[in-house]
Every structure is written in C-alpha cells, then in structure tokens.
DNA sequence: ACAAAATTAAAACAGATGTTTAAATCGTAC
DNA sequence: GTACGATTTAAACATCTGTTTTAATTTTGT
C-alpha cells in the first residue's frame, strides 16, 4: 500500500481527460499512456473504470461536500436560534462559493469542477446516480434551506426553480467552451470572481421572484 | 429515391435511443434492431453514424428555429417601428414558447427535446458544433435583442447571464429524471405549462437582476 | 539477506464497434 | 417480361474496447 504514485497519477489522468473528452470517449489506453502507467493498472488498482470514475469523484467531492454542509449547517442553526427564516443570497453563497473557491485553486481542480458538470447531466443511469448519491445530503439540505427562506412559494416550485439553478450552475462550469456561441468581436470574457457574483446575482433573484 | 420509409424509422428510432441512452451509448445494432431495418441501412441512407446525429437534428431543429427566427424578428421589428426598447419576458416567451409547445405534440418530439440538451452539453466538440452551428442566427438575435431590451447592462453581462439560461434550459430539457434528486414523499412533478412559465419567471428575473 | 507479498509489465482475451463488401431482392420503366 | 437501378441482406472486416492472465520486477517484513 505503499507506493500511490500510481494511484494519484491514474486519477489525476483520469480528472483532466474525463472532463475533456467525458467519460465514454476516454478509454483506459489514453488515460494510463496520459498517466505514464501501465494498461492493466487501472485494473489492479480501482477494479474497473466504473470505479475508476467512482473514485476520481469522490476524491474531490467529499472535502467539498463536508465544507458546504458545515456552512448550510450553520445558517440553518443560526436561523433557528434567531427564530428567522434564513437569506437566500446567503445560502447560494454557502453553497456555491467552496465550489468556485476551489475551482481557482488549480488546472486539476478546473478540470474536476467541469466533470461535475458532465456527471449531473450524463446520459448513463449508473454514472449520474453515482454522483447525485454524493451529493443527495448537501442537496436535500439545500432544498429544505430554500424552502424556509422562501415560505411564500409552494414547495414544488422551489423544487422547480433549484433544478433551473442547477442547470444553470453545471453549464456554467464548463465555461472554456462557452464563448463559442457568439463569435462576436467583443471581448466577453468575465474573470472568476464576477462569475460567482453574477452566478449568485442571476439565481437568487430568480429563486425569489414572485409565484405568478 | 421512392421509398423513405426507412430512412424515417432510422430517424425515429435514432431520435428516440440517442435521447434516452445518449450518442455514444446507442449502437447501431440495437439502433437497426430498434428500427426494424438491417445494419447496413444506416451507412447506406445516411453514410456515417455522425451524419445520422446531424440528420436527426436538422429534422426538428430547422422548422423549429424558422419559428424562433420569425417571432424574434417581429419582436425586433416593431421595437425599431415604436423606437422603444424590446421587453424581456416578450423576447423569452418567443423564444422558449415554440419549444415547450412542440415538445407537447408527441413522445418523439419530448425526445428530441431532451436530444438537444445532449447535444448542447455533449463533451466531443463534433457533436456539439454540430448543434451550435444550426442555432448560431438564432443565438446571435436573441442575444442582440436581450442587449437591446437591458441597456443598463454591460453586453459582457448579458452574455453571462444568457448562458446561465441556456444551462438551465438544458437541464430542464430532461426534467424526466430530474426527480430523482430530492427523494421526497411530497408531490414535486409540475405541468408542462407551469414549467414555462415558472421557467420564463426565473430567467426573466434573473436576466433583469440589477448589476453589482 | 532472504522469503513473501505487492506491484508492474507485456501479451492475449473475448466481445463490441462502425464500416464495407458482395450477393440477393425488389421496384419500376421500357 | 425483361433489364436495370435502387435497396436490402448477411457476412466479413479491421479496429477498438475493458478485462485477465502469466511472468517479471520491486518492495516489504523479518
């Protein structure tokens, strides 16, 4: 158990092309030549790919999971003991801001941010389960939170609205291919803090505007 | 060139399996077998797989954005006519409405709407440029008009706050397994007609959100 | 230093993939 | 009815996939 180096190479390889290519378009041959490893590591060391993309989720979303819920936890508390429904900018901060905190932190953690994306919106059951089962407590959480903080609307269209908040977010971590859409000569580029801000700007006033 | 009931099946079933399994997870066998038609067929009517994918899309995508194209023009029209700025929720509701209303004409329409948010969000440039080329005018008009209609805000801005709307237009697009998050014993499914309108709700608010 | 365990390496495996081929069948115009 | 082009069929093709195997090598505990 000594020696991890493998380990840490396969899925540092593993982050950066699943994220590129996805996970169906990268087969074990470019990622362990990518890693520097041999073929049939992969294999002895995480069973299966399946499980390679297991463990290349888990890795990152665990720390990140374990910061959101302390923070949600903490508004949660805070709101209880005031006897006060909590802030919605509040909550999106809290759980959007570890995220993009750690997404700065480096070229792997770019990579592993955009992943998510492609995870929460794959086409394969086993996949998408997969990660929506890491992150079902922090979700659900986050639902009950929204729903307190907006008692005005009924709970489905809270539900409703955090799906739209959602896809907003995993399209939006996938921002390097996002400028292709307008090939205008204007320099439309946004640096990261602006996005969080503009990101938390856009949903929360969307989650707070009136129910018809 | 008499007989294109093969070619349809071949569409049908591509649209259909290509929706609810994703591109690369959609062989051709079981596509033919889905279809009726020898494996062959598809290289013979169509050439390759991925010109099966551009002819699935093209099917729908081309009349439907005709439909886009046109309401956005008017809109822009007779903004330009009363010399006045264009209304948000106006230029969302044209764009968002023939997709909702075409997505309620039949199962095969529901996939190839949830098809698009594939493509959208698909990880190979080739798939994706695919899709982006055919809505490029479209993309480009509503993103003028959007300008036009929130002159307070920098175009940078707009931009922005356009793609955290596509992204969750996406997401939306596949609402079939959107409940699979919050397990819930409450009643969260909403109507088709609700998930405009809460959807134009949202997104109207969020584009107009004052800036910083 | 030696034996046992863990890891790496190269090769082969079984199966699936998109595509092509070559023959058979069909539809249609003469 | 026959000949010809379009279509369908079944089989083979080459290539790629994830996984296993077996042997070599390295690391570890004593």
Redo the contacts with the bound molecule.
């Keep these: 158990?000594?020696?991890n180096?493998?380990?840490k190479c396969i899925l540092d390889a593993a982050e950066k092309l699943f994220a590129r290519q996805g996970f169906y378009a990268?087969?074990?041959?470019?990622?362990t030549r990518e890693a520097g490893?041999?073929?049939?590591?992969?294999?002895?060391?995480f069973?299966?790919?399946?499980e390679?993309i297991k463990a290349v989720i888990e890795r990152r979303i665990l720390p990140l999971n374990k910061i959101r819920l302390e923070r949600l936890l903490n508004i949660k508390d805070n709101a209880g003991a005031d006897d006060c429904s909590p802030d919605v900018r509040e909550i999106l901060f809290a759980f959007f801001e570890p995220t993009f905190e750690f997404r700065k932190s480096g070229k792997g953690a770019q990579d592993f941010i955009s992943l998510i994306g492609r995870a929460f919106s794959d086409p394969r059951d086993t996949v998408r389960k997969l990660f929506l089962n890491m992150v079902e407590s922090v979700f659900q959480l986050l639902f009950e939170l929204l729903c307190d903080a907006l008692p005005s609307l009924p709970k489905n269209i809270v539900y409703l609205r955090l799906n739209f908040m959602l896809g907003a977010m995993a399209h939006s971590m996938n921002m390097s291919q996002m400028c292709q859409l307008i090939p205008d000569g204007l320099n439309l580029k946004v640096d990261s803090s602006t996005l969080v801000e503009q990101f938390i700007m856009f949903t929360a006033t969307g989650l707070e505007a009136p129910y018809e």
């Design positions: 158990m000594a020696n180096k493998t380990k990268t087969s074990l041959r470019m990622l490893v041999n073929l049939a590591a992969v294999n002895y060391h069973g299966s790919k399946e390679l």
